[in-house]
């Protein structure tokens, strides 16, 4: 069945790194678009990067300039560079296909990778 496994994730002091991997299975990974996605406590799930595997990489206003998301399709697997971190980057951080594009995707969040951005 389809799996999302995050790792990476950690505590860091406000303009640090970090950088996330995500490892996908169960479907044929490259013809889709793929998604890091965050949510914070008490707020919503949003997307923060959109990774085709050709084009153009799309970044929320809140991460440009900050993070860099990757893919290798022959790994099956994402990345997610996070550089400048601030505190209102906490949040559990997870990889899935962009649900926006492929909407009849089998639901299979993952159980995520927590960062926290703390002094």
């Known amino acids: 069945q389809v799996q999302f496994v995050e790792s990476g994730g950690g505590l860091v002091q406000p303009g640090g790194s970090l950088r996330l991997s995500c490892a996908a299975s169960?479907?044929?990974?490259?013809?889709?678009?793929m998604g890091w996605y965050r949510q914070a406590p008490g707020k919503e799930r949003e997307l923060v990067a959109s990774?085709?595997?050709?084009?153009?990489?799309a970044y929320a206003d809140s991460v440009k300039g900050r993070f860099t998301a990757s893919r290798n399709n022959a790994r099956n697997t994402v990345h997610l560079q996070m550089n400048s971190l601030k505190p209102e980057d906490t949040a559990v951080y997870y990889c899935?296909?962009?649900?926006?594009?492929?909407?009849?995707?089998?639901?299979?969040w993952g159980q995520g990778t927590q960062v926290t951005v703390s002094s």
């Open positions: 899935n296909v962009d649900t926006r594009l492929h909407r009849n995707f089998p639901s299979a």
């Open positions: 169960g479907y044929i990974f490259t013809p889709y678009v």
């Open positions: 990774i085709p595997s050709s084009g153009i990489t």
